[in-house]
């Protein structure tokens, strides 16, 4: 249907203005391009054509270079932010070369000298309108580009894997919401910019996202740098200091290594999920604020709570929606997508012309296991591109242990003894497991991914006690 309609579009009768302050010239004209389909109307000089073009949007303007009071080049100075996409075609019986490359410059598409014949106008006008179809033609691509580029993008992380799509899905979701998020992964796997995104995607993008790395910070400041201070609360506090929660009042902040933050301090965090206010160290008072929190971790907070390291109701208060980041070797499919996006940015930032990867090193990139995930990826790029003096990388601009490291758990590892159908359902609930982490607990996407029912995952989910 959306083919048909682009047709339509494209083989509508165009709107034409003449411009011209011979009454005959204009008569001359009208007859000529009526016949010849178009939708035409004329203007007597150039203060005329300023208010018709004001109210009426044209296809193409056939203007006289010579008239009284307001020339073809004064209209075209004057008119150019009303004319938009209309295509301008100056005529004049005193034509000179200088005279057409000025009309140019001014953003005139042609220019025909008088006295011409009706084939000569006719042609003009056809080369202008297969210019227009295939600038036409060439925006509708961009902008298709751009919607699938889109769709395989979350911010500033692209994927088309239904691993990650499934993720975006639910961070896309999220969103739209003034809800706390947890996101979880391995190191390198982008859990910032998936933070970013959730942020600048939901009403609170106004304000900056105001990121804090909690195990940067040293112990002793980590209280003063997210709450605050008064003056006279500790040495050195001279003045008072607004703190990062206050920094991001009506934004978002974003709690990055948030299992790394002491239990001292997770007792406030607590309180200002709760109750929505801070109190600044050496203060006595409380203060409301208006701040969402995403936070990241790369550990496992349920060990951690298990483990004594981290309280259990803060977990709970975080733990509001779960984000998985999937590790890049459950996606791998999407690097050859991932290298062109970093090979892009790194040719701007680098001023290089980088075009692509061989075969060859991209069967490298693709066997390698990336422990250290998007990240380790884009170091990889960045190292290959500067380095590389040709604009297709080869095996030789890459690491030389790349593709050695590729690790697969081991079969000895998932079950004991020979029992095929303990291996069965071993491999069964590993590969179950694997796909609820991707989804994010997706247990609809996740059936796809396993390729089986969605009643038959919920059975297995059930006889294997997988609670995820």
Known sequence: MAGKNMDISLTAPKRLLIIDDEANMRHMLSTILKKAGYLVDTAADGTDALRIVDQTMYDFILCDLKMPGMTGMEFLSTARDKLWESTVIMMSAFGTIDTAVEAMKEGAYDFISKPFKPDEVLLTLRKAEERESLKRENRWLKERIRRIQESYSFGNMVGRSPVLQGVFRLAEKVAAYNTTVLITGESGTGKELMARGIHDKGDRARVPLVPVNCGSIPENLLE??????????????????????EEAHGG??????????????QVKLLRVLQENEIRLV????TRKIDVRVIAATAKNLEEEVANGNFREDLYYRLNVVHIIVPPLRDWAEDIPLLCQH??????EKFSKDTKGITPAAMKLLQQHHWPGNVRELENVLERAVVLAEEPILTPEHFPPDLGTAVQVESFDTMFDGFSLKTAQKSLEKHLIVRALTATGGNRTQASKLLEISHPSLLTKIKAYNIDL
């Open 282 to 285: 050496g203060d006595s008072k």
């Open 342 to 347: 970093f090979i892009n940015i790194f040719n």
């Open 252 to 265: 978002t902040i974003f709690l990055d290594e948030i299992g790394e933050l002491p239990l001292s301090l």
């Open 224 to 245: 003063s740098e997210l709450f605050g201070h008064k003056k006279g609360a500790f040495t050195g506090a001279d003045r008072n200091k607004k703190g990062l929660f």
